[in-house]
């Protein structure tokens, strides 16, 4: 998915002058043949993080379009002020493309782990906040970007994951997407865990049980109409996310539901990251399985939600 990402950079890059990409240390080779093609729209700083979001900011100002790339914690943790007061506050067109969402550098323990960039991306005025499922979908989602005159938080996962979208589902910013309708059950997912819904949901099949999938591709602005309608048609609702279960897609889903639909908040419950920095070591699958985000704990869940055996 990084990789799919920075080449539509870089193809966009060769259509439109005014699109930059700017690194943060991002090692040898990375966009090689865009530093060699296009060198006045390739920027790779130092392991300066902070910089590069005011950098970003001054270009967009002169009418630029920056594409900024790094690990995900450096690029939301230490820059945070940066972003709120330098993009958000001017509302400038900057795009920040984050490695590592969730538990990818799970060897590298809590400091390296994004588990709370939704969360405090999504409270900042004019920020939006996207999150996709596979390497077709970024390519749809790179392409909207360009349109979008807010800045952008983009979420990027280890790479290599199964593609799922369809390229007759579209892609647009704000919208939800129907992966399978909903039945008695849905799971509501963003990012790489629509994938495990879409596991779960074919498991349940098997055993008589229709679940929905709806995969919220962009946590900030949400998809209220869509959502709320979802749920209002399913006897019960779980959330799905690689993320805290404090303040992301599942506390925004029920942020909408207290506020424009309140008899339906008690249909969901929220499958996440407890509230706690990681304490164990291992590959991303291996905390996934720790944190109880799998198949068969999304189909646990969604039995014991219909009061099903």
């Known amino acids: 998915m990084r990789r799919t990402a920075l080449d539509s950079v870089y193809n966009l890059a060769k259509e439109n002058e005014k699109i930059i990409f700017i690194g943060s240390d991002l090692g040898p080779g990375?966009?090689?043949s865009m530093k060699k093609e296009l060198p006045d729209q390739f920027f790779m700083e130092g392991v300066s993080e902070q910089h590069i979001i005011?950098?970003?900011?001054?270009?967009?100002?002169?009418?630029?379009?920056?594409?900024?790339?790094?690990?995900?914690?450096?690029?939301?943790?230490r820059c945070y002020e940066q972003i709120a007061l330098d993009l958000c506050l001017q509302d400038l067109p900057v795009r920040l493309i984050a490695n590592g969402g969730g538990g990818v550098y799970a060897p590298?323990?809590?400091?390296?782990l994004a588990v709370e960039d939704l969360a405090i991306m999504r409270v900042l005025p004019n920020m939006t906040v996207l999150c996709p499922c596979d390497?077709?979908?970024?390519?749809?989602?790179?392409?909207?970007?360009l349109g979008w005159i807010h800045p952008i938080y983009i979420r990027l996962a280890k790479g290599g994951d199964k593609v799922i979208s369809k390229k007759e589902n579209g892609f647009e910013i704000g919208k939800a997407i129907h992966m399978v309708e909903e039945g008695e059950g849905l799971f509501i997912t963003t990012g790489v865990m629509t994938q495990l819904a879409l596991e779960a949901s074919?498991?349940?099949?098997?055993e008589g049980i229709q679940c929905g999938v709806l995969h919220v591709h962009t946590i900030k602005p949400l998809d209220d109409f869509n959502?709320?309608?979802?749920?209002?048609?399913?006897?019960?609702?779980?959330?799905?996310?690689e993320h805290t279960r404090i303040g992301g897609l599942g506390s925004?889903?029920?942020e909408i539901l207290s506020d424009k639909s309140p008899k339906s908040a008690f249909k969901v419950k929220r499958i996440g990251i407890p509230d706690k920095f990681a304490d164990q070591y291992g590959n991303q699958n291996s905390l996934l399985g720790h944190w109880d985000i799998s198949v068969p704990d999304l189909c646990k869940?969604?039995?014991?939600?219909?009061?099903l055996k």
Do not use: C, Q, Y
């Open 227 to 241: 959502i709320i309608k979802s749920v209002e048609s399913a006897k019960a609702v779980i959330t799905v996310e």
């Open 30 to 32: 990375v966009l090689d």
């Open 54 to 77: 005011g950098m970003a900011a001054g270009l967009a100002m002169e009418g630029f379009i920056p594409f900024v790339n790094t690990i995900a914690t450096f690029l939301t943790r």
């Open 252 to 254: 925004a889903v029920l």
């Open 108 to 112: 590298l323990g809590p400091t390296h």
């Open 135 to 145: 390497a077709d979908e970024m390519k749809r989602l790179m392409s909207a970007t």
């Open 301 to 307: 869940a969604m039995k014991t939600k219909l009061n």
């Open 202 to 206: 074919e498991m349940l099949a098997s």
